[in-house]
């Protein structure tokens, strides 16, 4: 298969994706993805940087690099904006916090632990998508994106987040060893501030002046509950973060404190529909659009068929559980506990529609679907 755009290796030049508005590409090593887009809203009094990849030397030297070509001098970095609670994106604001005093804004939910520790980044149906990146083991990667050892400490003794069962009854989604284990090298050699405190929280409808315009705050929940987009009406840009991807589909996890996160997904896509006028729709992976409201109808059509195809697999299978139609629904593959919570956040979104019920049997939830 093709690579897809959110899966091609960060680039390092700068590009002016709208008006006031740099594109700068960070790498980063995550399943399913090969770069983040970090943008740069230049104003008169310096930038403000949204999106500032993942924590480490490695994305910190490339930020750098790419402001220094963008001629925006590190000290005239005033704003750090994090659309959400992954390390992709929020990875570098502590650093902006110390070297340059940077106020940082995010949701006022923005929360990384449980259960944003559990949630990684794409949809299991693109994992082996990408060939393993240098020192990555090329194994098919049924599990999810890096979280980090803060995460132990909100731990709840043996059903810490990577212990104890799933509300299906299945294996925890745990990120892989290596992984695991440069978080918690990074937090030995000091980087324990690596998850930024948020000095301007912010919520739906607010407005922030940014590139020398306003900007309005969506607040988009579903990939994660903290999510936020920023939309300028003016020259109609939108920053789309992880919710409207290009070519691929953000991980909607079943362990959630949303009820159903699928719905809540549906509901935020539909807020960005109805946005009129945009020319620039900037994602976090992959490259700009346009027709931000046709993609966001692909993406739910995409979820529609999932829906009926699980309706179709319970049908052929009788009363089962959530590894079960997760096995027929993926590639083995993506086999595992991360598309096992993509398939259980399907099905729970079944139930509350009145179209399945469940019941335990053990420590396993069994799905009858109409
Ligand atoms: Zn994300
Ligand atoms: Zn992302």
């Not at 994090?82 to 992709?88: A, L």
Request: proline share 8%.
């Amino acid at each position: 298969m093709a690579k897809r755009q959110e899966q091609e290796e960060a680039r390092t030049e700068v590009t002016e994706v709208a008006p006031g508005v740099l594109r700068m590409q960070l790498p980063i090593q995550m399943p399913g993805l090969g770069h983040v887009n970090c943008y740069a809203l230049v104003d008169g009094e310096g930038a403000a940087v949204v999106d500032p990849g993942l924590p480490g030397t490695a994305s910190w030297r490339a930020l750098q690099d790419r402001l220094k070509q963008a001629g925006i001098r590190l000290k005239h970095v005033h704003t750090v904006i994090v659309t959400h609670s992954h390390p992709d994106h929020f990875g570098g604001a502590s650093r902006f916090v110390r070297e340059t005093g940077a106020r940082v804004i995010a949701h006022r939910n923005f929360r990384f632990g449980l259960p944003a520790a559990a949630t990684p980044e794409v949809s299991a149906e693109h994992l082996g998508e990408k060939p393993a990146a240098e020192g990555e083991p090329a194994k098919a990667p049924a599990e999810p994106a890096p979280t980090h050892s803060h995460s132990h400490s909100h731990s709840r003794g043996a059903m810490g987040p990577w212990g104890g069962p799933t509300p299906w009854g299945g294996a925890r989604p745990k990120p892989p060893f290596k992984q695991r284990m440069r978080w918690r090298m990074m937090r030995m050699m000091g980087g324990t501030d690596f998850v930024p405190e948020i000095s301007d929280p912010v919520e739906n409808g607010n407005v922030l002046r940014l590139a020398g315009r306003d900007w309005f705050v969506l607040h988009t929940p579903g990939h994660t509950e903290d999510h936020i987009c920023l939309h300028d009406p003016e020259l109609g840009v939108f920053l789309g973060g992880d919710h409207v991807l290009p070519s691929i589909t953000p991980h909607i996890s079943g362990i959630s404190s949303s009820r159903d996160p699928l719905a809540s997904f549906f509901y935020s896509l539909d807020r960005v529909a109805e946005i009129n006028g945009i020319k620039y729709a900037l994602p976090a992976h992959g490259h700009p659009f346009s027709d931000l409201r046709g993609r966001t109808e692909a993406i739910k059509r995409h979820h529609y068929e999932r829906l009926e195809k699980i309706r179709e697999i319970s049908r052929e299978l009788g009363p089962t559980t959530v590894e079960e139609i997760s096995k027929r629904l993926f590639q083995p593959r993506s086999w595992g506990a991360m598309a096992e919570s993509e398939t259980y956040a399907h099905l729970e979104h079944l139930r509350h529609a009145g179209n399945a019920e469940s019941h335990r049997e053990g420590e396993k939830l069994i799905y009858t679907v109409r």
